[in-house]
């Protein structure tokens, strides 16, 4: 079992900069893919960035360049540090531990992008 917690969202204005946190308690973190979505009101929640147990990332289209991934498994935290954002990267975003056949969810933590 794998409870996440994230923090660092808030409010700011275009072209700012952000840092998602996501800690997580329980057993195996280092085993874990992990991974961030957002999901805006009556949409998908879609995949932002994921890092995986060996430390590969990959990243949606529309924030690559922007957004970087990193995880700390000393720590058993996971960053999403945000830059350049844009009023379309408003969502809440959600923390992710994956692996076969399991995968756990954070609360959500909402970022928004406004002038």
């Known amino acids: 079992q794998v409870q996440l917690v994230e923090s660092g969202g808030g409010l700011v204005q275009p072209g700012g900069s952000l840092r998602l946190s996501c800690a997580a308690s329980?057993?195996?973190?280092?085993?874990?893919?992990m991974a961030w979505y957002r999901q805006a009101p009556g949409k998908q929640r879609e995949l932002v960035a994921r890092?995986?147990?060996?430390?590969?990332?990959q990243y949606a289209d529309s924030v690559k360049g922007r957004f970087t991934i990193s995880r700390d498994n000393a720590k058993n935290t996971v960053w999403l540090q945000m830059n350049s954002l844009k009023p379309e990267d408003t969502n809440v975003y959600y923390c992710?531990?994956?692996?076969?056949?399991?995968?756990?969810w954070g609360q959500g933590t909402q970022v928004t992008v406004s002038s």
């Open positions: 992710n531990a994956a692996r076969p056949m399991y995968s756990y």
């Open positions: 329980g057993n195996g973190f280092s085993i874990y893919a």
């Open positions: 890092i995986t147990s060996g430390g590969s990332t």
